[in-house]
T-cell receptor
Framework: GAGVSQTPSNKVTEKGKYVELRCDPI?????LYWYRQSLGQGPEFLIY????????DSGLPNDRFFAVRPEGSVSTLKIQRTERGDSAVYLC???????????FGSGTRLTVV | GEDVEQSLFLSVREGDSSVINCTYT??????LYWYKQEPGAGLQLLTY?????DMKQDQRLTVLLNKKDKHLSLRIADTQTGDSAIYFC??????????FGKGTMLLVSP
């Protein structure tokens, strides 16, 4: 597609529930990134995919967070047993190479109540 | 790991120049970026500079890099009210990811 698409744009869930956030990167971009942005903060790295594999998942805060990219295109970020502290905007980005920078989607605003 | 610092707030009058500063810690940083974020919106890539450059100009935007001091700045000439946003400095240091600063809120008054 023309840009990075994230769905849903907003998600409200109850504490303890499971959520899935979807990212559709720019066609042909092999690198895909998930970041989390809390209010008043810069984006914080979660996980990076090169193709189908997670090349770096060092930013995932704990084992409740997991992400997949089974066919090397669309990625899903999965959060189990959500907590109120998980509330944030989850940003996805894709890149065609270092000099291109990252192209970000508009994000999914997750609110855990 | 990389640490990126920015001042939190800058206020200017329309027509003035704005200068947003950023410092980073990893001297092996290769690409350095500036992103703009408007309220409720995603991050928009404004410009970038490669570490072997001192300056890059792109219309109203000028990026200056002092590699010795690990200091990056973004100058916006003839600042307009539409430039009001949060500006993020981001650094790619050869690991797999970009590290972002906390952002500088630019407020442009008429």
């Amino acid at each position: 597609g023309a840009g990075v698409s994230q769905t849903p744009s907003n998600k409200v869930t109850e504490k303890g529930k499971y959520v899935e956030l979807r990212c559709d990167p720019i066609s042909g971009h092999t690198a895909l990134y998930w970041y989390r942005q809390s209010l008043g903060q810069g984006p914080e790295f979660l996980i990076y995919f090169q193709g189908t594999g997670a090349a770096d998942d060092s930013g995932l805060p704990n084992d409740r967070f997991f992400a997949v990219r089974p066919e090397g295109s669309v990625s899903t970020l999965k959060i189990q047993r959500t907590e109120r502290g998980d509330s944030a905007v989850y940003l996805c980005a894709s890149s065609g190479g270092q000099g291109d920078g990252y192209t970000f989607g508009s994000g999914t605003r997750l609110t855990v109540v | 790991g990389e640490d990126v610092e920015q001042s939190l707030f800058l206020s200017v009058r329309e027509g003035d120049s704005s200068v947003i500063n950023c410092t980073y810690t990893d001297s092996s940083s290769t690409y350095l970026y500036w992103y703009k974020q408007e309220p409720g919106a995603g991050l928009q890539l404004l410009t970038y500079i490669f570490s072997n450059m001192d300056m890059k100009q792109d219309q109203r935007l000028t990026v200056l890099l002092n590699k010795k001091d690990k200091h990056l700045s973004l100058r916006i000439a003839d600042t307009q009210t539409g430039d009001s946003a949060i500006y993020f400095c981001a650094v790619f240091s050869g690991y797999s990811t970009l590290t972002f600063g906390k952002g500088t809120m630019l407020l442009v008054s008429p």
